[in-house]
């Protein structure tokens, strides 16, 4: 199996450990509006996990999720990684850390109101990130520019989180601006996975989806920016080890070379800025 097989095959393993490895789930999310976690308002924009435990304690952050540092924690792992050339570890951080910055671009991952519970919406969560995608995916354009280094990878987590929170109001508003307007039915039972499930009408989802005005497609590309951005990274910060050997053919020459040689071009490795 080829390595980019491989981890679209493991991409959602994260998910998959959830209900058997304690403290998984909420390395998922963080409920940035929770009461209980208005002790991080005070730290600055992205705080160190070691100072919000001593603003919050440890089981309040564990309790309304830990996203942002978990991001870090896979980062830093990634770079332990690639500094020991340990081919199955550098592949199965990876496909975890992707996860991860994946969840991090989802509105719903960041809000205590994570599934429409708290505001009568139910299941909204699995309308926007899977019946959405699969009604409309095939036509967004997820060709996106070459990984950037990121620096300062705590930043950009958090700042990641908050872009994903400020959607958090029109995706609800527009859920329920279109079904107030709506007069057909809003479910419809449809096959899915063998087995016949209760939907939303395709034809809502079209309404909401316009509504939404690009929103997903838009949360879709910025991870697809950010993982390549953040796997890039964290072979910077291991020194840019050659990986012939380690990995299949074609990447000796580093990461950001790859990348521009899938995309028709040749380029030597770029220094850390
Ligand atoms: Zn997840």
Redesign the pocket.
């Known amino acids: 199996m080829m390595e980019v097989e491989w981890l679209a095959a493991h991409a959602t393993d994260?998910?998959r450990r959830k209900h058997s490895v304690q403290r998984e789930a909420p390395r998922?999310y963080l409920d940035r509006d929770a009461p209980a976690l208005s002790c991080l308002d005070t730290l600055g924009s992205a705080p160190w996990f070691s100072r919000a435990v001593a603003a919050c304690s440890e089981d309040t952050l564990w309790a309304y999720g830990v996203l942002p540092w978990q991001i870090q924690w896979s980062f830093d792992q990634l770079v332990e990684a690639f500094d020991a050339k340990d081919k199955a570890a550098i592949l199965r951080v990876a496909a975890d850390l992707g996860?991860y910055v994946a969840?991090a671009h989802v509105p719903l991952h960041t809000t205590l109101n994570y599934n429409g519970q708290l505001t009568g919406q139910d299941g909204i969560h699995a309308l926007w990130e899977t019946r959405l995608p699969e009604l409309h995916g095939g036509g967004y354009n997820l060709v996106v520019e070459e990984p950037v280094y990121i620096a300062d990878v705590g930043s950009w987590a958090w700042g990641t989180l908050r872009d994903s929170h400020g959607e958090v109001p029109l995706l609800l508003e527009a859920e329920r601006s279109v079904t107030s307007g709506w007069d057909g039915a809003l479910h419809v039972r449809e096959p899915r996975g063998g087995v016949m499930q209760l939907q939303r009408d395709g034809l809502w989802c079209n309404r909401y989806h316009e509504h939404l005005d690009g929103m997903v497609e838009r949360r879709w590309r910025s991870a697809v920016q950010g993982v390549s951005s953040l796997w890039y990274s964290a072979w910077m910060d291991a020194g840019q080890p050659s990986l012939e050997g380690v990995m299949g053919p074609g990447k000796s020459c580093g990461l950001r070379c790859w990348w521009g040689q899938r995309r028709g071009r040749h380029c030597e490795p770029k220094q850390v800025p």
Do not use: E, L
């Open positions: 994260a998910d998922h996860h969840d």
